[in-house]
């Protein structure tokens, strides 16, 4: 009998080769080790950019009010800046000087959108005896805002004109002759009367701006310095000139109705360009 083979009646076992793990086969591999990498540079970007362990870590909520400057604090991106530094806020949105004369109790910042309601501001926390850092973060010239179609309509009629260095076709920006734009007021002129209809609407609305209340809108007090210096052509030099002056500039604020908190809602409405005025 040969050695090689086995004796009559013994089994015969056949020996075959370990089968390889899943995990080093090449379908997987060619699948798991681009989605590993993947996966780790992300690990690698959160710890370098210090965000992966903000669920964890104590957050600091801040409570302010302000005026119209403060939906800066509402952009996602002021909000990731200030999550990275573990903090959240919590705003209310006012007129600029009504937030100024908020009581500081219960608030830990106010975000005034001028400078007069700034200093209203740190005079109190001076009076007070507080501690007060007045920073000028924003300083920014009043804005009209319209659609096109109303500033066209003042272009047509030589109150406007399109600033340089724009599209010529589709201008963002346009410097307005304001004692010009006020004497259609004056004169009870409607936007229908300077040509609105050209550009697509109706609007039989006299020609005004439209603001807050005075009384607690910093840019709204700021207008109405502009209206009062340009239709006087300087500053009242006694109070009897300051109430002359009021009541010949009263119809140009009175003729705009009930002022409202937010005159911008008017552009986030279908109907606001055919019953805007400027705001």
Same mark, same amino acid.
């Given at each position: 009998?040969?050695?090689?083979?086995?004796?009559?009646?013994?089994?015969?076992?056949?020996?075959?080769?370990?089968?390889?793990?899943?995990?080093?086969?090449?379908?997987?591999?060619?699948?798991?080790?681009?989605?590993?990498?993947?996966?780790?540079?992300?690990?690698?970007?959160?710890?370098?950019?210090?965000?992966?362990?903000?669920?964890?870590?104590?957050?600091?909520?801040?409570?302010?009010?302000?005026?119209?400057?403060?939906?800066?604090?509402?952009?996602?991106?002021?909000?990731?800046?200030?999550?990275?530094?573990?903090?959240?806020?919590?705003?209310?949105?006012?007129?600029?000087?009504?937030?100024?004369?908020?009581?500081?109790?219960?608030?830990?910042?106010?975000?005034?959108?001028?400078?007069?309601?700034?200093?209203?501001?740190?005079?109190?926390?001076?009076?007070?005896?507080?501690?007060?850092?007045?920073?000028?973060?924003?300083?920014?010239?009043?804005?009209?805002?319209?659609?096109?179609?109303?500033?066209?309509?003042?272009?047509?009629?030589?109150?406007?004109?399109?600033?340089?260095?724009?599209?010529?076709?589709?201008?963002?920006?346009?410097?307005?002759?304001?004692?010009?734009?006020?004497?259609?007021?004056?004169?009870?002129?409607?936007?229908?009367?300077?040509?609105?209809?050209?550009?697509?609407?109706?609007?039989?609305?006299?020609?005004?701006?439209?603001?807050?209340?005075?009384?607690?809108?910093?840019? +709204?007090?700021?207008?109405?310095?502009?209206?009062?210096?340009?239709?006087?052509?300087?500053?009242?030099?006694?109070?009897?000139?300051?109430?002359?002056?009021?009541?010949?500039?009263?119809?140009?604020?009175?003729?705009?109705?009930?002022?409202?908190?937010?005159?911008?809602?008017?552009?986030?409405?279908?109907?606001? +360009?055919?019953?805007?005025?400027?705001?």
């Amino acid at each position: 009998m040969s050695a090689t083979q086995p004796a009559p009646g013994e089994p015969l076992l056949a020996v075959r080769p370990r089968p390889t793990p899943f995990y080093r086969t090449a379908p997987f591999l060619w699948r798991f080790v681009p989605v590993a990498a993947l996966a780790l540079a992300g690990v690698v970007a959160l710890l370098a950019s210090g965000t992966v362990a903000l669920p964890f870590q104590p957050m600091t909520t801040l409570v302010g009010v302000g005026g119209s400057k403060i939906e800066y604090l509402g952009d996602p991106q002021v909000q990731d800046r200030l999550l990275r530094h573990h903090i959240t806020v919590n705003v209310t949105r006012l007129g600029s000087r009504e937030s100024a004369r908020v009581p500081f109790e219960g608030v830990d910042f106010v975000f005034p959108s001028g400078q007069p309601a700034a200093e209203l501001v740190l005079h109190r926390r001076q009076e007070a005896q507080e501690y007060s850092s007045a920073h000028r973060v924003f300083v920014s010239p009043i804005v009209l805002a319209t659609y096109r179609e109303y500033a066209e309509t003042l272009r047509g009629a030589g109150l406007a004109d399109p600033q340089p260095g724009q599209d010529p076709a589709r201008p963002l920006y346009y410097d307005l002759s304001l004692g010009g734009f006020l004497d259609q007021g004056r004169a009870g002129r409607t936007w229908n009367d300077l040509g609105i209809e050209d550009q697509g609407f109706a609007n039989g609305n006299t020609v005004l701006a439209q603001t807050s209340n005075v009384c607690e809108s910093n840019s +709204a007090a700021t207008y109405l310095g502009l209206v009062a210096f340009v239709t006087r052509g300087g500053v009242p030099t006694s109070g009897q000139e300051g109430v002359e002056l009021a009541r010949e500039i009263r119809p140009l604020l009175r003729e705009q109705g009930l002022p409202t908190r937010a005159p911008d809602a008017v552009y986030f409405i279908p109907e606001g +360009a055919g019953s805007s005025r400027w705001s």
